[in-house]
């Protein structure tokens, strides 16, 4: 695969943006264990929420191995312009604009996945945004999904105009808006969006095992690949995919200890970056994305630890749990490959709370 951007990454297999779980503890572990990408969680583009802790924690990169890249999303092409120049003045280097995000809390402004509806808004909104980013030399991206429905796929045109436009690469999600998170994603759009354009194109949906990246690779001749949900309580994905379309073939899971090792810096580095009380509620998603499909989601350790006092006693007891489970020889350490299944089946709602 060839570089999508004009950065040196370690591989094109992109950590996708998920509002509420790709902070920037968590990106840099998947960096860690092999992304070659990662993009942060959306940023508003409304100036009034700039200074909410939820916003100064989106802000934040210390530490961030370049290349930086920032989602932002918002309706408004100003608002959308100001924010970009906030965020590269807070050190983005890539500024990624939203347009594939469902939860009606974003689509009822317009923006996310409901600008596809409007042409002529995404294009005011990508000649602002792209205005700013050319002037200060960051690459402008875009995320998107196939179209507002699934009769109204216009990815193909959107991707055209983007292209016209300047921006340097484009992510597609192959869903409509109006799919949600249901069904399959479809691929055959990304591979004519790709057919269509010069800029480099990533595919995104469902690519959940090495084996399904090298489908879809195939398929689409994307540049680059994007994992969202089956990242998620399996942050080992990306060197597992990186091993298998470099060999063939598969790479084994991580031991116990490693897991052992990798869920406790995890756990440190999130509770430093969240403090006490939010650290604490917020790991609780992690744990169990990292536990339940060992030990099933309704083992009573994990209740126990999804009703800790405080992230000392979380961490103890995760501790503890890896300890006795090495001694027991009862499990193995097998990180999920499908996650969906762990979601609500109402995922938008899901969505509106964490995008909230
Ligand atoms: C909890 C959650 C939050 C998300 N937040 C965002 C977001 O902030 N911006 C965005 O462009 N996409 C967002 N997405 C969509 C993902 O980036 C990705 O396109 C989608 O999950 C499909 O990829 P996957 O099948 O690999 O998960 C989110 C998805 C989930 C599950």
Request: proline letters at 5%; a positive charge; hydrophobic letters at 40%.
């Amino acid at each position: 695969m060839k570089s999508p951007l004009s950065f040196n990454l370690r591989n094109n297999l992109f950590l996708a943006p998920m509002a509420g779980v790709t902070d920037r503890p968590w990106r840099q572990l998947c960096r860690q264990l092999g992304a070659g990408y990662a993009v942060s969680e959306m940023a508003a583009s409304n100036p009034m929420l700039w200074l909410t802790d939820k916003s100064t924690r989106r802000l934040n990169h210390d530490g961030e191995v370049a290349p930086i890249a920032v989602q932002i999303a918002g309706s408004d092409p100003a608002m959308m312009a100001q924010a970009a120049q906030f965020n590269i003045d807070r050190g983005a280097q890539i500024i990624d604009i939203n347009m594939g995000c469902p939860a009606k809390k974003v689509c009822a402004v317009a923006a996310g996945s409901a600008l596809l509806k409007n042409e002529s808004l995404v294009i005011q909104i990508l000649e602002a945004v792209h205005q700013v980013c050319a002037h200060n030399q960051v690459p402008l991206t875009l995320k998107y999904r196939t179209g507002w429905s699934l009769n109204e796929n216009n990815a193909l045109r959107i991707a055209q105009l983007a292209q016209q436009i300047g921006v340097s690469m484009l992510t597609l999600h192959g869903r409509s808006r109006a799919c949600g998170f249901g069904g399959q994603a479809e691929y055959n759009t990304i591979a004519q969006v790709k057919q269509a354009v010069k800029i480099p194109v990533i595919a995104n949906g469902d690519i959940t095992t090495p084996e399904i990246a090298q489908h879809v690779l195939n398929l689409t001749q994307a540049d680059g690949l994007m994992i969202g949900r089956a990242a998620q309580g399996n942050p080992w994905i990306f060197r597992e995919i990186e091993h298998f379309l470099q060999t063939g073939k598969k790479r084994a899971p991580p031991t116990l200890e490693e897991a052992h090792h990798t869920l406790l810096n995890h756990l440190e580095d999130h509770f430093r970056f969240y403090g006490e009380h939010t650290g604490k509620l917020t790991a609780r998603k992690h744990l169990k994305w990292y536990l339940s499909p060992i030990i099933g989601c309704k083992h009573s350790f994990l209740e126990q630890l999804m009703n800790t006092e405080s992230t000392r006693c979380q961490f103890k007891l995760v501790d503890a749990f890896f300890n006795s489970w090495r001694n027991s020889g009862q499990y193995e350490f097998k990180p999920q490959q499908h996650p969906s299944s762990f979601f609500p089946t109402n995922l938008t709602t899901h969505f509106e709370t964490l995008a909230a």
